[in-house]
């Protein structure tokens, strides 16, 4: 369904796990973002989680993205995702080796991972505890000679384990985006005026209203890490309404965005 990528085109796996953490949600859908703005494909396989995360970064910045089904291709998994799956058709394309309504069964899922890795230059793993599948799409993109990276998390954390054994066993750390093109060079050739122009336009856009001072100081108070607007209004000792409302006019200006649970965070 849609349009596959030019011949040629670089395209780049991102994947994870389905029960993400929100730094990992954010990670996943700003990587996306990055990467359509450079102009690579992002491939993914409409999972919940990480790789909705990244298929939606990739719409936002502008570019196409590839969705690989675990399912028939007239099926939708999971169901939820029927406006997601509908807007990557639009520039990008849904893809199944599966035809009609064949159901989203455990085993077709490892199957569906050996063509996520075989589609992209490279693998970033964001996410994944020591029994995620998508280390099992890590494992065909090793094999089949494709370059892997991981997204390093703590020691403490459950959902790190996969992604730091990864590394622990020899995968290049993915700190930014520049980690991927160092170990790609041929992603190289999409990487310079496409991404240029937008980090430049992105750059002439955030501005705030002048003299908005309530917004500048909520702006001010939201940080890189989710908050929850109820802990915001405790800091800055405003009533609910008030930051309703100034938080409304900061997303819909494209300076925070809101994700799971609530919490928001700065997009710049």
Same mark, same amino acid.
């Given at each position: 369904?849609?349009?596959?990528?030019?011949?040629?085109?670089?395209?780049?796996?991102?994947?994870?796990?389905?029960?993400?953490?929100?730094? *990992?949600?954010?990670?996943?859908?700003?990587? %996306?973002?990055?990467?359509?703005?450079?102009?690579?494909?992002?491939?993914?396989?409409?999972?919940?989680?990480?790789?909705?995360?990244?298929?939606?970064?990739?719409?936002?910045?502008?570019?196409?993205?590839?969705?690989?089904?675990?399912?028939?291709?007239?099926?939708?998994?999971?169901?939820?995702?029927?406006?997601?799956?509908?807007?990557?058709?639009?520039?990008?394309?849904?893809?199944?080796?599966?035809?009609?309504?064949?159901?989203?069964? *455990?085993?077709?899922?490892?199957?569906?991972?050996?063509?996520?890795?075989?589609?992209?230059?490279?693998?970033?793993?964001?996410?994944?505890?020591?029994?995620?599948?998508?280390?099992?799409?890590?494992?065909?993109?090793?094999?089949?000679?494709?370059?892997?990276?991981?997204?390093?998390?703590?020691?403490?954390?459950?959902?790190?384990?996969?992604?730091?054994?990864?590394?622990?066993?020899?995968?290049?750390?993915?700190?930014?985006?520049?980690?991927?093109?160092?170990?790609?060079?041929?992603?190289?050739?999409?990487?310079?005026?496409?991404?240029?122009?937008?980090?430049?336009?992105? *750059?002439?856009?955030?501005?705030?209203?002048?003299?908005?001072?309530?917004?500048?100081?909520?702006?001010?108070?939201? *940080?890189?890490?989710?908050?929850?607007?109820?802990?915001?209004?405790?800091?800055?000792?405003?009533?609910?309404?008030?930051?309703?409302?100034?938080?409304?006019?900061?997303?819909?200006?494209?300076?925070?965005?809101?994700?799971? %649970?609530?919490?928001?965070?700065?997009?710049?």
């Amino acid at each position: 369904m849609g349009r596959l990528p030019p011949p040629g085109s670089p395209c780049v796996a991102v994947v994870g796990s389905r029960r993400a953490a929100p730094g *990992a949600l954010l990670t996943a859908r700003d990587l %996306g973002a990055e990467l359509a703005a450079a102009g690579v494909t992002v491939v993914s396989g409409m999972a919940r989680g990480v790789d909705a995360a990244a298929h939606h970064g990739a719409l936002l910045g502008g570019g196409g993205t590839v969705a690989v089904l675990g399912c028939g291709i007239e099926v939708c998994y999971p169901p939820e995702h029927v406006s997601l799956r509908d807007r990557i058709v639009e520039t990008g394309c849904v893809l199944s080796e599966d035809g009609g309504a064949e159901q989203p069964l *455990a085993w077709r899922f490892p199957r569906r991972n050996r063509l996520i890795a075989a589609l992209a230059e490279a693998v970033v793993v964001v996410e994944a505890t020591a029994r995620s599948g998508a280390l099992s799409t890590a494992r065909w993109a090793a094999d089949l000679g494709r370059d892997v990276l991981a997204v390093p998390g703590s020691i403490r954390s459950p959902s790190s384990v996969g992604t730091n054994l990864l590394i622990r066993d020899g995968v290049r750390p993915f700190l930014g985006i520049t980690d991927l093109f160092e170990a790609v060079p041929a992603l190289r050739r999409a990487m310079s005026a496409p991404m240029a122009a937008r980090a430049s336009a992105h *750059a002439g856009s955030v501005t705030l209203p002048p003299g908005d001072a309530l917004l500048a100081r909520v702006l001010a108070a939201v *940080a890189a890490d989710p908050v929850h607007p109820d802990d915001l209004a405790a800091a800055l000792g405003l009533e609910t309404p008030a930051l309703s409302a100034a938080l409304t006019t900061l997303q819909l200006g494209g300076f925070i965005t809101e994700v799971c %649970g609530g919490r928001v965070t700065r997009t710049v």
